[in-house]
């Protein structure tokens, strides 16, 4: 398995499996049909195959590999079952595998997260949980609220923050989310906190207003703790499917992207889009949901992931 950094807790590999049971049974029924018995159940099995991988929204790039990795195995011959099988699981788990930007742990404090992404994301509840990891590992944290423009985000990450045992800083409704991240940056820093988790309005990638007010939280950032922010993570709801690359490319030049989030990967059958945001983007991903309690935040691992989502056996 991939060395993430960390020991994977106890119970990790089930639940990201049980979260992609849904993608893993969508893209089963619709590639391992095609090879019932063991050989293609058409003569057009290329075609077939790769509309098959396409509607698992892995995507163009990822589906012509997986067709070409096939044919090259096969050398011409029709394919079995468990050569497509193996074909996709090397050729996924190498598109998933992106290195990320080196992160500089307890050499700056507060370490800055700056959490982007459009409206229904999951950021708010992303944010709690990254909090909630923090504090076990007996970090002090500060959540932000620098979405004000939505009606109840403060109220709704305030709460969140008492179940994270995190600090919290905002504003009213409606104050200048510059503002808030500036005072929160001060407050944290005057407090001698580890970390500072900030999360932004959920800014449509159509409004580019949105999008230069989301520019002007990350200078301000910068300018009140050197280097911030550390990490920027693009929160994405894995149910978006293709409109998700549409998002991700507006924000990595807003926001200077070096991560990725995929929210509810356990309430659709749209996971593999997680493939085609990564290859075509380049962005590594960092953690995915599993669900919504405050612990359902699990680190990305290529291989776990690729076991639950297509499993050597299945």
Request: glycine share 12%.
């Amino acid at each position: 398995m991939t060395d993430t950094g960390t020991p994977q807790p106890p119970g990790y590999l089930e639940r990201l499996r049980v979260g992609l049971r849904r993608t893993r049974e969508g893209l089963l029924g619709k590639v391992a049909t095609l090879f019932q018995g063991g050989a293609p159940q058409s003569r057009d099995w290329n075609e077939d195959l790769e509309s098959a991988l396409l509607q698992a929204d892995l995507g163009p790039q990822a589906a012509g590999r997986i067709v070409r990795a096939v044919r090259e195995t096969g050398r011409g011959a029709a394919p079995s079952w468990p050569v497509v099988r193996e074909a996709a699981r090397t050729v996924i788990r190498e598109m998933l595998v992106v290195p990320a930007p080196a992160i500089a742990v307890g050499e700056v404090r507060p370490r800055v997260v700056v959490l982007v992404g459009v409206n229904g994301g999951g950021k708010t509840t992303t944010a709690a949980k990254l909090a909630r990891r923090l504090t076990l590992e007996g970090r002090r944290v500060m959540l932000c609220a620098a979405d004000t423009f939505r009606a109840g985000a403060g109220e709704q990450l305030r709460i969140w923050a008492e179940r994270a045992q995190a600090e919290f800083a905002a504003h009213r409704p409606g104050a200048d989310p510059s503002a808030v991240a500036f005072d929160a940056a001060a407050s944290a820093v005057a407090r001698g906190l580890d970390t500072l988790i900030v999360d932004t309005a959920g800014r449509l990638h159509t409004q580019d207003p949105l999008m230069r007010e989301l520019g002007k939280v990350v200078r301000v950032l910068g300018k009140s703790i050197p280097g911030a922010p550390h990490e920027v993570l693009l929160v994405l709801d894995a149910t978006t499917g293709q409109n998700g690359v549409n998002q991700a490319r507006q924000f990595l030049t807003a926001a200077k992207v070096g991560g990725l989030v995929l929210t509810k990967i356990d309430g659709t059958a749209r996971g593999g889009v997680a493939v085609r945001i990564v290859e075509e983007l380049g962005i590594p991903l960092r953690y995915v949901g599993v669900g919504e309690g405050i612990d359902d935040l699990l680190d990305f691992d290529p291989d776990a992931f690729v076991d639950g989502l297509l499993p050597s056996a299945a």
